[in-house]
């Protein structure tokens, strides 16, 4: 899959996108951003069972896996009980991927129904003081 960019996000709207993870497989959701200070966050729910999560960043394309930097360890969601959210804070540039493993499961495939956003910080200026 081709990393999605930040005007790709802000551009999502307030669908929903879906993706089909086969037993034991992964699909992941690079996200390269240039700009810092953005917060990435992400709301989904997983059908028919639990699915597991983790976010990663990587400096450049080229960064070998076992050199990214874990921003939020594997862990196992009860996404088919409840929607779960979260958000990370862009610190430095990069590829920040969120992970979908369904690794654990040998023979149930699952959907996964998300939604990413981003937001830029608020810079007040103090322009509207008399």
Known sequence: KLPLTVEEILNFGESNR????????????????AE????IS???SSDPK?????????EAEDTPLDQCKVLIP???????KETIRGQVKVRNSGIYTLIFDNTFSR??????FYHLAIERPVIYDGSDCP
């Not at 879906?18 to 951003?33: A, G, R």
């Open 42 to 44: 992400w709301i989904f």
């Open 36 to 39: 810092m200070g953005l917060t």
């Open 50 to 58: 639990s699915i597991s999560f983790s976010v990663v960043y990587q």
């Open 107 to 112: 023979f149930i495939s699952k959907r996964v």
């Open 18 to 33: 879906e993706l089909f993870i086969k037993s034991s497989t992964y699909s992941i959701i690079p996200i390269t951003v």
């Open 74 to 80: 594997m862990t196992r969601c009860s996404s088919h």
